[in-house]
């Protein structure tokens, strides 16, 4: 996922590469239409997921979107030979089976086929071994954040992070570092037109032209009336407005590093790697946090081709005009003319988790620098960061002009759904 959304970014970047990478000296130039591939084997016991995406411009803005590509035929090749089937889990997304994970010094090609029939097929990457990560260490940093990351107003505090590795002297090492975050999170869910209800609603019921009905099987989702006209139905407020409710139980956010970090130990082989930095967590709330630094190895075609994106890094926004961008190693197999772009490869990952305490900060943190004055909430700063308002909690009194009656009582509680962007599950390393 990580690899897309930084994929996706680039491909709304309206000056991009016209470097090439060895035999792959290609780039596409004021593309609309353009397939988008993102997919890495680890030798992790997680999840192993191939996404296919259609990224597509806009032809009046010129704003790019992604599309995602449904009921595909998806597989990996494992030594030229044996052939793993994957499963659409969401759409656009492809897994293989649970019990899969790649293998240090085995090939892997992927191979798949869309709906209308046109095969694709990638480069065999060959899993290279990584070195174990040593130590983690972290120190808060006003500046933390480059320019082109900086949070809205130049906010660019946080926490560098560093690590120590030493490379191994009998390889040529191509490295990737990137991150994985865990934040406490106290709202679970944002109700647009609506409020949230525990249980079902029961269709065309009503009590006292003032209630909607509840039901008794669980619902756990917003609750938005459609006007039946019927004499009977509750009025309901009109126009825009939301209320934010509060988790039931324990909830982490998850979020992902979009930057790329990559490194050819030309110049270090055999050597310490010493206090090498790899992430820079933002200071978006005073609370600790959790991080997941992941070292990962790449063949020395995919460190090639990521490299390109290091080199020439614009991530701080979408733009009007249509970009250009990198050519990866699949192809089509029946035409070579189409240029498929994302790269498919194979990585041993090294990962070590890292308690940020944030004592050491000095100043707000960006959660806290709200500029409208509102009465403070529980986990309020975080949600400002990642939703830029802070939370509009349903009210107890005057009652929202949704009323239900039955259930639990109001205002209703959320549950902590588990997604890549969110867990009920206390991560490993977590401290209380």
């Known amino acids: 996922m990580r690899s897309f959304l930084l994929l996706a970014i680039c491909l709304s970047i309206t000056y991009w590469l016209t470097a090439c990478v060895d035999s792959l000296d290609l780039t596409l130039n004021s593309t609309i239409d353009v397939l988008v591939?993102?997919?890495?084997?680890?030798?992790?016991?997680?999840?192993?997921?191939?996404?296919?995406?259609?990224?597509?411009?806009?032809r009046l803005t010129g704003r790019f979107g992604a599309v995602p590509i449904t009921k595909a035929t998806v597989e990996v090749i494992v030594d030229s030979t044996q052939v793993i089937p994957c499963h659409e889990t969401v759409d656009g997304s492809y897994q293989l089976p649970s019990d899969f994970k790649g293998q240090v010094?085995?090939?892997?090609?992927?191979?798949?086929?869309?709906?209308?029939?046109?095969?694709?097929?990638?480069?065999?990457?060959?899993?290279?071994?990584?070195?174990?990560?040593?130590?983690?260490?972290?120190?808060?940093?006003?500046?933390?954040?480059?320019?082109?990351?900086?949070?809205?107003?130049?906010?660019?505090?946080?926490?560098?992070?560093?690590?120590?590795?030493?490379?191994?002297a009998d390889q040529a090492n191509y490295y990737r570092w990137d991150w994985k975050l865990w934040e406490k999170q106290s709202w679970c869910r944002?109700?647009?037109?609506?409020?949230?209800?525990?249980?079902?609603?029961?269709?065309?019921?009503y009590k006292d032209k003032t209630?909607?009905?509840?039901?008794?099987?669980?619902?756990?989702?917003?609750?938005?009336?459609?006007?039946?006209?019927?004499?009977?139905?509750?009025?309901?407020?009109?126009?825009?407005?939301?209320?934010?409710?509060?988790?039931?139980t324990d909830c982490w956010e998850i979020l992902y590093s979009y930057a790329l970090n990559v490194f050819d130990d030309q110049y270090t082989n055999g050597n310490l790697i010493q206090h090498r930095s790899v992430a820079q967590i933002p200071y978006y709330d005073?609370?600790?946090?959790?991080?997941?630094?992941?070292?990962?190895?790449?063949?020395?075609?995919?460190?090639?081709?990521?490299?390109?994106?290091?080199?020439?890094?614009?991530?701080?926004?979408?733009?009007?005009?249509?970009?250009?961008a990198p050519v990866g190693n699949i192809r089509n197999v029946a035409d070579n003319r189409e240029k498929v772009v994302g790269y498919f490869t194979a990585s041993a990952v090294s990962p070590k988790r890292y308690w940020i305490d944030r004592n050491d900060v000095t100043g707000l943190p960006f959660g806290n620098i709200v500029p409208e004055k509102v009465a403070w909430q529980p986990g309020a700063a975080f949600f400002y960061s990642l939703n830029r308002r802070q939370p509009i909690p349903e009210p107890i009194y005057p009652?929202?002009?949704?009323?239900?009656?039955?259930?639990?009582?109001?205002p209703a509680t959320a549950i902590c759904v588990p997604s890549d962007s969110r867990t009920p599950y206390k991560p490993d390393g977590w401290q209380d």
């Open 37 to 58: 591939v993102d997919g890495t084997i680890t030798n992790l016991p997680e999840p192993q997921v191939i996404r296919l995406n259609r990224s597509k411009a806009d």
């Open 105 to 168: 010094g085995h090939a892997y090609q992927l191979r798949f086929t869309l709906s209308d029939g046109t095969r694709y097929l990638s480069t065999r990457q060959v899993m290279p071994a990584v070195a174990p990560i040593r130590s983690v260490s972290a120190r808060f940093n006003p500046v933390a954040l480059p320019a082109e990351q900086q949070l809205d107003g130049g906010y660019r505090a946080g926490h560098d992070v560093f690590i120590d590795t030493q490379d191994p």
């Open 190 to 205: 944002s109700c647009q037109e609506g409020v949230y209800s525990v249980n079902n609603i029961l269709l065309h019921t």
């Open 211 to 248: 209630f909607y009905v509840a039901g008794n099987d669980l619902y756990e989702d917003c609750f938005v009336p459609v006007n039946y006209m019927e004499a009977g139905q509750p009025p309901f407020q009109a126009g825009l407005y939301v209320y934010d409710y509060p988790c039931r």
């Open 286 to 324: 005073s609370t600790a946090c959790l991080v997941e630094i992941r070292q990962s190895s790449l063949t020395q075609s995919a460190h090639a081709y990521f490299n390109q994106f290091q080199r020439t890094q614009m991530t701080n926004g979408l733009t009007d005009t249509a970009p250009s």
């Open 399 to 410: 009652y929202p002009s949704i009323r239900i009656w039955g259930g639990p009582p109001r």
